[in-house]
Nanobody, 120 residues
Framework: QVQLVESGGGLVQPGGSLRLSCAAS????????MGWYRQAPGKERELVAA???????NYADSVKGRFTISRDNAKNTVYLQMNSLKPEDTAVYYC??????????????WGQGTQVTVSS
């Protein structure tokens, strides 16, 4: 089994910054793609950013130029630096990872979610 633990959410004023972290642990042979989704009340879950095992990022148009995704493969951790936050960024943010285990089948794992609220 693999566990993903998120941290870094909270309340921030418009224009502020937050940094989310997601650390994976457990039966891990390799971490493939990693990323972040978010879900706002009454809306569908949407992809915010993803990063390949080689470090190539991809962003939703709504966050380009404001958010930066990165990863530390030695720590099995993915980060999301969020700058110039807007009220519409308010959502629960979920990290995910495509994991190849030492034993078992390659599959996606999800974090428990962390609340980000942007409000004055």
């Amino acid at each position: 089994q693999v566990q993903l633990v998120e941290s870094g959410g909270g309340l921030v004023q418009p224009g502020g910054s937050l940094r989310l972290s997601c650390a994976a642990s457990g039966d891990i042979f390799s971490m493939n793609a990693m990323g972040w989704y978010r879900q706002a009340p009454g809306k569908e879950r949407e992809l915010v950013a993803a990063i390949t095992s080689g470090g190539i990022p991809n962003y939703a148009d709504s966050v380009k130029g404001r958010f930066t995704i990165s990863r530390d493969n030695a720590k099995n951790t993915v980060y999301l630096q969020m700058n110039s936050l807007k009220p519409e960024d308010t959502a629960v943010y979920y990290c995910y990872s495509d994991v190849t285990p030492n034993w078992g089948v390659r599959r996606y794992y999800w974090g428990q979610g962390t609340q980000v609220t942007v409000s004055s």
